[in-house]
Every structure is written in C-alpha cells, then in structure tokens.
C-alpha cells in the first residue's frame, strides 16, 4: 500500500547513455513533481504536473524531459547522462497545484560513471 | 528570491537532551512553512507545518511557531531519542504562486548518542 513508488531504487550508468526513472502514486492526487537531492543534501525541484500537464518547469538541461502518461504516473527520461546528474531524484505528490503538502517517494539514486 | 536557510549540521546530542533547529526565511507575501524529516534511506516525510502567522505546528513531540517578526519557525523538541537521528529540512512555499512549489533549507543532520 505504497503511496508513491519510484523504481529503480539504485541506478548505475555510464556517460551518456539515456535513462528513465518511474514513479507512480495511488493517492489520487492530480499534482506531481521530480525534486533532485546533491550530495550536499540539498533539494531542488525540478519539474511539476497537473492532470497531465506541466505546470512548473524550473531551470533544467533539456536532457531533462518529464512525461505523464495519466496524473498517477509521472516518469523522467534522461538523455546523454553527466556525471553531475548523479544525485538522488525525488518523485512527490499532492493533493492539487494548490496543495502545499506533499507527499515523497523513497526516491532513486542515480550514479554516472 | 525566496529562500530557506537553516543552522548548519550535524548536530549530535545525547538521548533525552534538548533539541533547537534553527530556521530563518525569506519570503514575498504570505508562505507556508514547513518541517520534513529524512530517515536514512528513505523519502522525506512532513513532519509539522504552520500556514499563518503565530501558528504552532506539533506532531511526535516536535513544535514549531511561525514567527512573522523574525521570520523564522525554528524546530524544538523538549526530550530527543536515538530514533530521532535524520536530516531535518524547513521548508517554505510561497505564498503568492498558483503552483505548489516548496523551497527546502539545506537539510541539518542529527544524530542522538544513546
């Protein structure tokens, strides 16, 4: 009875290869977001979804690309992988775009060699 | 711009001591403030939270006050355990957006000593 999965939990990859990461939520929340947490611990959002539809869009690569396929789902595509992508990525909902409290996922921890 | 900045970790105290996190904001018009908490390995998870100003967020033994005068809504706890040990992130979200987005401190580590 998770409420927000992200798989994978570990993701290894080298220099340029392209990956995603998933996330779903069961909550029937209609917003979502991807926060990127450095090795600071220092947390950034990145993107965020309502319905479907991108509502905020903060200052991100262009290998960056979310897609939502329907508002429980929200995925992050990486094109052309960096070594500073190696964070830990953080999917998160809430209950509307007006909702501030949100809700995390484990999230995932992605390493580029 | 809008900001979060809270005391610099980690900080470890021992079981049963006294806990202050201190949290100071920056803000246009009127956000919402927040504390979550990280467990080793896990997401973050909201701790308390406090919209208005003069409002007390509590929940597990942790307090918080949104002081609008000093801009600031430090975390207290009056007697700490071992199970307390995390990183501890205030947070704000502003309040003049229609979109929901939370600005985090920089995250303080705790750790307790039994």
């Known amino acids: 009875d998770t409420a927000v999965s992200q798989t994978p939990k570990y993701l290894v990859t080298q220099m340029g290869n392209d990956k995603s990461i998933k996330c779903e939520q069961n909550?029937?929340?209609?917003?979502m977001y991807w926060y990127k947490q450095d090795s600071k611990k220092f947390l950034k959002i990145m993107f965020s979804?309502?319905?479907?539809?991108?509502?905020i869009n903060e200052t991100v690569p262009n290998r960056f690309s979310p897609k939502s396929p329907d508002k429980a789902h929200l995925n992050l595509h990486i094109n052309s992988l960096e070594l500073g992508d190696s964070a830990v990525y953080f999917c998160?909902?809430?209950?509307?775009?007006?909702?501030?409290?949100?809700?995390f996922g484990p999230g995932t921890r992605l390493t580029v060699l | 711009g809008d900001s979060v900045t809270q005391m610099e970790g980690p900080v470890t105290l021992s079981e049963e001591a006294f806990l202050t996190i201190n949290c100071t904001y920056t803000?246009?018009?009127?956000?919402?403030l927040f504390w979550y908490v990280q467990y080793p390995g896990e997401g973050l998870q909201l701790l308390l939270k406090?919209?208005?100003?003069?409002d007390k967020g509590s929940n597990k033994g942790f307090e918080a006050t949104y002081r609008k005068e000093t801009t600031s809504f430090h975390l207290e706890k009056g007697s700490v355990q071992v199970s307390d040990s995390a990183v501890y992130f205030c947070?704000?979200?502003?309040?003049?957006?229609?979109?929901?987005?939370?600005?985090f401190g920089s995250g303080t580590r705790l750790s307790i000593r039994p």
């Open positions: 998160a909902s809430s209950q509307g775009p007006e909702d501030n409290e949100q809700f």
């Open positions: 406090a919209t208005k100003a003069d």
């Open positions: 947070a704000l979200s502003p309040g003049y957006s229609s979109a929901s987005k939370i600005i």
């Open positions: 803000a246009t018009g009127y956000p919402s």
């Open positions: 979804y309502n319905n479907k539809e991108l509502i």
């Open positions: 909550l029937g929340h209609d917003t």
